[in-house]
T-cell receptor, first 113, second 114 residues
């Protein structure tokens, strides 16, 4: 069965600190996709990144970076120099070949000024 | 309008009422989805539509009735709901219901059943 675990329920940091959100996935598929979404207080889920299982190259987009490691079944997300606007709930997800998107429980990030 | 829109944004209804949630996507996508997000729970997929045809019903109670008249519009008809149905209902769309395409979400409808 496919499963995504985000063990950190809540994280609180002070502005300008770096923060890493953990994501561990379980799947029996050889081909799969992993996602991260951001859900600000407005409620809308904002797509951040998609990574397929054959591409383990880490990705950086501005202050955001993602570390995909198949050996540990992890797809962690790091925000560098966090800002108050980064405060949101972040969801990690996996997408199997059947097309079903499975979400983790979410990590609520609070960045304080 | 751009992206995925949902109306109403907030809805309060009694257990005997009938109401409908509306979703519209302006992205030219062919697949649309309904998700339920309850407090302290992961998002749960409810329904999937591809080219107006329902391709997945994730064991959703019959008091939730989806309708997809075309690829751009999706409705969720609600009747005789229970208080535990109070949640954020999110609509999403994607180019196709496969793993190759990311889903784009609307802002959601916050539903409270009294």
């Amino acid at each position: 069965a496919q499963k995504v675990t985000q063990a950190q329920t809540e994280i609180s940091v002070v502005e300008k600190e770096d923060v890493t959100l953990d994501c561990v996935y379980e799947t029996r598929d050889t081909t799969y996709y992993l996602f991260w979404y951001k859900q600000p207080p407005s409620g809308e889920l904002v797509f951040l990144i998609r990574r397929n299982s054959f591409d383990e190259q880490n990705e950086i987009s501005g202050r955001y970076s993602w570390n995909f490691q198949k050996s540990t079944s992890s797809f962690n997300f790091t925000i560098t120099a966090s800002q108050v606007v980064d405060s949101a709930v972040y969801f990690c997800g996996s997408y199997n070949q059947g097309g079903k998107l499975i979400f983790g429980q979410g990590t609520e990030l609070s960045v304080k000024p | 309008e751009t992206g995925v829109t949902q109306t109403p944004r907030h809805l309060v209804m009694g257990m005997t009422n009938k109401k409908s949630l509306k979703c519209e996507q302006h992205l030219g996508h062919n697949a649309m989805y309904w998700y339920k997000q309850s407090a302290k729970k992961p998002l749960e997929l409810m329904f999937v539509y591809n080219f107006k045809e329902q391709t997945e019903n994730n064991s959703v109670p019959s008091r939730f009735s989806p309708e997809c008249p075309n690829s751009s519009h999706l409705f969720l008809h609600l009747h005789t709901l229970q208080p535990e149905d109070s949640a954020l209902y999110l609509c999403a769309s994607s180019q196709a219901p496969t793993d190759s395409y990311e889903q784009y979400f609307g802002p959601g409808t916050r539903l409270t059943v009294t």
